[in-house]
């Protein structure tokens, strides 16, 4: 399967290689870019999940996928009794989550983390699982790290009715031209969209958390559903 000339990983993610490439070319513009982006959305979305994190009481936090950190700052603020550690494949972002005060950050696979199971009570990944190359397996490798305890996952999602077509028009045609103009990596976003319309969303997304393994998977959809937190309990195996 091809998109915008790339090669895709069949198993319903992206392809790795190119993943990573596109985030070391936007990774000086991104937190702006998305904060323009969505106007200013993204940053009550994840200070919601830092706040769902902090009623869990974790003293270890994971945060996969972690980019540029955003919330792994935000959990930090609240989080104070936690010790949180940030991750991605991606060196580029993750020296921004550096400078900008994450204290460990350590570059890994999602795919194959370096941790112990159960090494940790909780794991978030935003906007971070639909970039994989394989969604099962993230999620089957983020249950296993933080077994007995919680998964978070914040992503975008599709939303239904009113606000579906002019979503999907702001997605396809608006949004590239504004990170185009941001980043000069339009081809980028055009890819990065297309992505949010073959993620699961909703009761698929819950379909597919069971299938890793996970329990009692919950929906909270947010801002009309354009995107969504899922959370769920990862069983001592
Ligand atoms: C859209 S950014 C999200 C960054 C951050 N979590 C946020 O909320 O803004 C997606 C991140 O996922 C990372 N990523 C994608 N696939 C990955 C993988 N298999 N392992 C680790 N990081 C991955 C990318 O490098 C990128 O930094």
Redesign the pocket.
Known sequence: MKENGRKIARRGGQD?GY??EA?AKIADRYVVT?HVLSAGTDILW?RKVARMVRNWEPSQILD?????G??ALEMQKVCSEAKITA????PE?LAHAERRGIAKTQV????NLPYRDGEFDVVTV???LR???DWETGLREMARVCQGGHLLVLDFSLPKGMLGKPYGFYLNRVLPKIAGALTGQGQAFEYLAGTIEKFPSGSAMQGLFEKSGLQDAQIIPLSGGIASIYTAYSPES
């Open positions: 790795a993943v990573r985030f998305n994840r996969v996928a972690t980019g540029t955003d919330l991750t991605d494949f991606c972002m890994a696979d999602a795919l935003a906007f971070g970039n994989m190359a």
